[in-house]
């Protein structure tokens, strides 16, 4: 289990969507899951017959047209979960026509932007949209990284297992035998670097206190070859892929190489030669997110509705995530259709950037609270902190071993997020309650963008069907599927297609969602 505080930078580390541990789950019904196990078995048939064979504008703005009249129509009930897999199927097709088949920031991201702008102007939805434009470090490894201990012992460490490559190090081909020296404190401060000397230029760095970015800068003007950052203990080495980073476009870029290693290995350093091979780019690309603020309702009340659209480079990103950017499309659409009437403003967000850090929503966030910086942006313009009430994230809605998340309030400590988020998590409730379905709380521990907005302070909500994690027995006793199976057999991976998103599931956590957005959209206070 994971129990990182969102909040505390001692932590250091971010888990994976879906991966932390999940607190006692409210139970109101079960049904026949044999349909969905016979779906989950498939798709693990297809990963491995797939696996054997690959072997071998700035600011845009509608038309208007005569609004619909109101509709008594809930957009729950009228929201169908057929047009959500027509934008699935949409976003499948740009990544077939992308150059790595994928919808990552450099391949099909742009390609499904302009998708979701396409379908907001054709349906003449009722906002302000504008291309937030920001610039975000990628990192490619060009092959495996590898680290052996040279002396006193000769061991070879397992990747993934024992150490993982660190995102924003390491730009170039590097092949480094030193003695390991183990920094002062965590490595926050330049002086804490005093201890390295020639021969001696691999900085063992504990976790904790800031951020891996200020730790690695100050390692690399302090002289060192290469850093080892310690993993937080009981921390998955996973958790690498989603770091809290302060690093912007005006910062400079970590040229020496770093490899995170396990809590129990960084133990085991100390007094150790070792040798570190990498081969890594790390490179500035500009993407941006997508942002549609609704013309409707109170300036100074504005709730924030998002969902990441970009993906990994190694798939489509159908589940991951193109479940949450298609769900709340769709209910964007729906409220157009139905003229739903508003109280407050809603800003429709597709965040770019989230799989290499969050850095889509970070990017936003920082804007809001640095307001002199949007005075040129119509919709940026209009938002600060003052304004911003709220956070709903919507992350991978359709994993075909699903459970049921609604992401638990009470675990954003911060004071100002703290009783808002309660309140969101029991709307989100509501759905699943009165349609007599299970679901589990599962702790904000960080994996998707919602943390940025909790760490400024803003409440947040979310909803999530479950990533790579392993459903347990008790899971299976409550969801159906299968224990000791992941949620998502094809997370990160090539077979994250149309196929394997449950619609089953998708239906009902975007009926959830739309009925909290137009119960929080119609709140008078």
Known sequence: PNNTN????GSQLIPEEGDAQYSKGHTYHHHDNRKRTKIIIGIFAFVIICTLSIAIPLSLRHRNKPAP????????TSLKVQNIVGHLNQFYGISLNATMKSRSVVDGYNASALYVISQLQQNNVDCDIEQQYFDVPLYVENSSPTLAQISPENISYVLNFDFAGVRYGGNGTYDITENVTVINNNGCNISDFTG?????????????????YVKSL??????????????????????WRVRSTTWTYADPLIQIPIVGVSYTLGQ???????????????????????LCLSRKGDENKVMVVGAHLDGVPEGPGINDNGSGSSSILEIALEIQRTNMPVTNKILFAWWGAEEIGLLGSRYFVSQLQNPQNNTANKVMSSLNMNNTLLNLNFDMLGSPNFERIVYEGAS??????????????HIFEKYFISQNLTFENQPMSGGSDYLPFIEAGIPAGALA??????????ERTLFGGLAN???????????DTVENVSQEVLEQMAKSAALTIQTLASASD
């Not at 969102?6 to 930078?9: A, D, T, V, Y």
């Not at 990498?278 to 941006?288: G, L, M």
């Not at 069907?465 to 008790?474: D, E, K, L, N, V």
């Open 196 to 212: 390295l000397k020639e021969g001696s230029g691999i900085a063992l760095i504990k976790p904790g206190v800031c951020t891996p």
């Open 268 to 290: 085991t350093l100390v007094d150790t030669e070792v040798r570190i091979t990498t081969n890594t780019t790390v490179t500035i690309a500009t993407t941006y997110n997508v």
């Open 69 to 76: 009249s109101p509709s008594p129509v809930d957009i729950a």
């Open 412 to 425: 954003a400590t911060v004071p100002s997020a703290y009783n808002g988020s309660i309140q969101i998590q």
């Open 465 to 474: 069907t479950g990533a790579g994690g392993i459903m347990t027995t008790a």
């Open 485 to 495: 199976t992941p949620y998502d057999p094809c997370y990160h991976l090539y077979c």
């Open 218 to 239: 100050n390692a690399q003007n302090a002289g060192a070859k290469a850093i080892l950052l310690v993993n937080s203990k009981g921390s998955p080495l996973a958790n």
């Open 6 to 9: 969102i909040m505390s930078e």
